[in-house]
């Protein structure tokens, strides 16, 4: 084979390995972000790149295959049901209450189910591998409790927590009621608190 012929050759399987590189990548990108959803934009924030945010994503999800996580048993999700509706109904009266027992309670759901809860990074990382719609939520939650020891949190703020939790457990109980149930249950125990209130004062 003559030289020029050589070098055409070898350009040529140059080109095709890029296009095939270029061809995997695009695959990659495209099923992470199907799987991940908002948190592969959270991770590319995170971690300054999108290569270094895939990589990872990846090591999340091959993580994840380590862990013997279940469903729960009847027993257990009316267990985890009752204990959501007692802490639901202490928002009336205490929230900040209410809001540590919410993630308190997060945390014993997932440990039932398997899950190996560590620091809250870690277990917002474990969640979105099976859970990526509801971890941005999480996130916010989290943060509007650990903000209100401080006093850096409303009782609208302590709502809108109780509102996230509500969907984290949700999902994680496999229950899954509409949408907009949690806040519209949170919004009645908080007005009917502040209905009882006026109703003492104009007495």
């Given amino acids: 084979m003559s030289t020029p012929l050589l070098m055409v050759s070898i350009g ?10 270029i061809l995997m990548q695009k695959r990659r990108t495209t099923t ?10 959270h991770a590319i924030q995170e971690y300054g790149g999108r290569s270094s945010a895939e990589r990872a994503l990846e090591r999340r999800a091959e993580r994840a295959e380590l862990y013997h996580v279940r469903s729960l048993n009847r027993e257990e999700q009316q267990q985890f049901s009752e204990a959501w509706r007692l802490t639901q ?17 997060v945390c014993e759901v997932m440990r039932t189910k398997g899950y190996p809860v560590a620091d809250f990074d870690r277990r917002a990382e474990d969640l979105s591998v099976d859970h990526a719609p509801v971890v941005r939520n999480y996130r916010a939650a989290h943060e509007i409790a650990v903000a209100e020891p401080e006093g850096g949190a409303t009782t609208e703020d302590l709502r809108q927590a109780m509102v996230y939790y509500r969907e984290l457990v949700d999902e994680l109980l496999e229950t899954q009621p509409s949408r907009h ?5 949170v919004s009645h125990a908080t007005n009917a608190k502040y209905d009882g209130i006026r109703t003492t004062n104009h007495g």
């Fill in 181 to 185: 149930a949690g806040e519209k249950e």
């Fill in 12 to 21: 040529m399987v140059v080109i095709a390995l890029i296009a095939v590189s």
């Fill in 32 to 41: 992470l972000r199907s799987r991940f959803g908002p948190e592969y934009e």
């Fill in 89 to 105: 109904a202490r928002f009336v009266d205490d929230p900040p209450l209410a809001i540590r027992e919410a993630d308190h309670l």
